[in-house]
């Protein structure tokens, strides 16, 4: 059975992307604990960091260094959180590696950790997004992709 990451990369469902290559996509989080927060993903569908190639790996880091510089040129973000829960025993809900990307922001504590908690809540009770947060993530994807492009 293909994970919702496998069924992205493969165009059966919608994602708003950042980054494409050989090894791996990036790709806006549908429920973001932050604004700009993104997905790197390797292509790969393994579900632990240990079963991909130690070169995937490094990719996957400089990759998301990339998303990070872009957030803080394009959206304004001060720094980055970088999550990966490795295996079903560190909670990770889909079976396929994922770093998250998750900028932040001046003054902006309570907030994202008010995100975060919603986040972890849409991991038990799975929520569709609105139009209207889905073309938010559309113009967010817009304006990393131009300054990952310009970087």
């Known amino acids: 059975m293909m994970t919702v990451f496998a069924r992205i990369i493969a165009g059966e469902l919608p994602a708003h992307f950042v980054h494409m ?32 190639d130690a070169a ?20 304004g973000s001060q720094a980055q959180h970088l999550l990966v829960n490795d295996g079903k025993g560190a909670s990770q809900t889909v079976p396929h590696v994922h770093l998250h990307v998750i900028p932040r922001y001046p003054r902006d504590a309570i907030r994202t950790m008010a995100h975060i908690l919603w986040h972890v809540t849409t991991l038990a009770i799975p929520r569709r997004p609105s139009v209207q947060k889905m073309l938010a993530l559309g113009e967010q994807a817009g304006r990393l992709r131009e300054a990952m492009t310009a970087a």
């Not at 806006?28 to 079963?51: C, Q, Y």
């Not at 996957?60 to 959206?75: D, P, T």
């Open 21 to 52: 290559d050989d090894l791996c996509v990036a790709f806006m989080d549908i429920n973001p604990m932050s604004p700009g927060h993104v997905l790197v993903v390797p292509r790969l569908a393994v579900a632990t960091l240990d079963e991909l």
């Open 56 to 75: 995937t790996r490094a990719h996957l880091m400089e990759v998301a260094v990339r998303v990070g510089r872009a957030q803080r040129q394009a959206l």
